[in-house]
């Protein structure tokens, strides 16, 4: 069983921080469907101390790690929310520019000096674990992933996710799972393997190549919450769920369901995008994902499901 801190995770099948798409009602669908930690998308620190937005964490999907993003101003922020939190997450991996320019998220893998100082103050001011999820380095010629995660290890860090590219990257390429190896030969902490993982056979294979404590799914699990499920259905030799259009309109109500009782917004788009994104991959998806995408309201989602639930072979 996996520990990160004083948090017992029973699978270790981690739902990633998906910024504009792990809301609440996500994270609670992949949660039913065997994730057995979820993490929030990345808040910004300014966010918090300007209330601008509450955080829409809930009972029922904890253990849950709230990641925040930012430098100067991350320490407090983390102690406002700690209370919402099982697990602080500090986000050292992002590239977008906006982030860049407030000198976070890959800016401090890229700043290892930088990086300790905001992370030892997220240390020092909360009673929660604190991880940290990485990019490799900067960009292939500085590829740093072993020397930050012995700086995060040595400033109690408890846990970190290494997404196996560089902040250069982006989403190109291949993620790099050797490097996922040499950071958990390189500490003494759980190290979660990131990148690439988009069916569950390729579970198997990352944790062969990495040896991670657990593995952590971003865009496969995006209108697929049945990958964790499958995971470990295929662990136990069972055979897998394959979704059709029945399974994806059982997981949409689920959504909806959760959406309704939990989400502090009413936002239409976002629980269509939704929809959208859980007929991927099914027969006549595209076709269907158009139709959802003319849709103005809720009935109208339901009613192009249920045509096409009674529909199907
Ligand atoms: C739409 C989207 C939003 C993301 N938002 C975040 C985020 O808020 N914080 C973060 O650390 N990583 C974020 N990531 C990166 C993912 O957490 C993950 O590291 C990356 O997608 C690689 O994993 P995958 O191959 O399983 O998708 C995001 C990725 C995508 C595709």
């Not at 792990?22 to 039913?32: G, H, T, W």
């Not at 406002?80 to 982030?99: H, M, S, T, W, Y």
């Not at 994104?277 to 499901?305: A, Y």
Request: glycine share 6%; aromatic share 6%; net charge positive.
């Amino acid at each position: 069983m996996l520990k990160i801190g004083n948090i017992r995770l029973n699978k270790s099948l981690i739902l990633a921080p998906l910024h504009g798409v792990n809301c609440n009602a996500f994270r609670l669908l992949c949660k039913s469907h065997g994730a057995g930690l979820v993490y929030t998308s990345m808040i910004h620190d300014e966010t918090i101390l300007g209330k601008e937005k509450p955080l829409d964490v809930i009972e029922e999907e904890r253990p849950i790690a709230v990641q925040l993003v930012g430098k100067d101003n991350i320490a407090e922020a983390a102690s406002l929310i700690e209370d919402k939190a099982d697990i602080i997450d500090i986000n050292l991996g992002c590239p977008d520019k906006e982030v860049l320019t407030k000198k976070a998220g890959s800016f401090l893998i890229k700043h290892p000096d930088q990086m300790e100082k905001a992370v030892s103050k997220v240390v020092s001011a909360v009673n929660r674990p604190v991880t940290a999820k990485i990019r490799i380095g900067w960009d292939n010629k500085s590829i740093n992933a072993i020397e930050v995660s012995k700086i995060l290890e040595n400033n109690n860090i408890t846990a970190i996710a290494v997404h196996a590219r560089t902040a250069k990257q982006g989403y190109t390429g291949k993620a790099d799972w050797n490097i996922i190896r040499q950071v958990k030969r390189a500490v003494n902490i759980p190290v979660i393997g990131n990148g690439d993982v988009f069916r569950p056979k390729d579970y198997q294979p990352i944790i062969d190549k990495t040896d991670a404590d657990a593995v952590m799914i971003g865009r496969g699990s995006i209108g697929n919450p049945q990958i964790f499920e499958n995971i470990i259905r295929i662990k136990q030799d069972k055979p897998i769920i394959r979704k059709d259009s029945s399974l994806a309109y059982q997981y949409f109500r689920e959504f909806l369901s959760y959406y309704k009782k939990y989400s502090p917004r009413n936002i239409f788009s976002e629980i269509r995008q939704h929809a959208m994104w859980l007929v991927k991959g099914i027969k006549n998806g595209k076709e269907i994902k158009n139709s959802l995408s003319e849709c103005r309201d809720i009935n109208g989602l339901k009613e192009i499901f249920e045509k096409r639930a009674t529909s199907s072979p």
